[in-house]
């Protein structure tokens, strides 16, 4: 995680250094408070991702001696295809026109939202942590 800690890092030096230049180029209170807001988040992440690459045992790719083949093994599982993230999308869409054109279409979103991200979740659940 140390290499993911530097590139945040980076991130926060390169807007702490551009959020005064913005602020004095346009005046604009509006981007420059969205600029601090993306530095104290960028803060916030290099924050926890270093803490947390000093509390656990390093990675391959944080060695200095690793060898591509400590990387290789199984990295999870990936379903091969699955429908629920297009139901997903279209709970998202109705949501969206509930939005626009009344509530009770919002509520009908939310509603078949709710029953697609509970398929999503569970779709290959067959008992005890099973795939």
Not at 24 to 51: K, Q
């Amino acid at each position: 995680m140390k290499a993911e800690a530097w590139v945040f890092g980076s991130m926060v030096i390169f807007f702490v250094i551009v959020t005064p230049i913005y602020w004095f180029a346009s005046y604009d209170p509006t981007g420059t408070s969205a600029l601090v807001l993306t530095v104290l988040l960028a803060a916030l992440i290099t924050f926890y991702l270093g803490y947390t690459a000093r509390h656990m045992d390093p990675r391959p790719e944080d060695r200095k001696d690793a060898e591509i083949s400590d990387g290789a093994g199984e990295v999870g599982f990936f379903s091969p295809h699955s429908w629920w993230p297009l139901a997903l999308g279209l709970s998202l869409m109705v949501c969206v026109y509930g939005v626009v054109f009344g509530w009770w279409l919002f509520i009908i979103g939310v509603g078949t939202g709710v029953v697609s991200l509970c398929g999503f979740i569970f779709e290959y659940y067959r008992g005890e942590h099973a795939h």
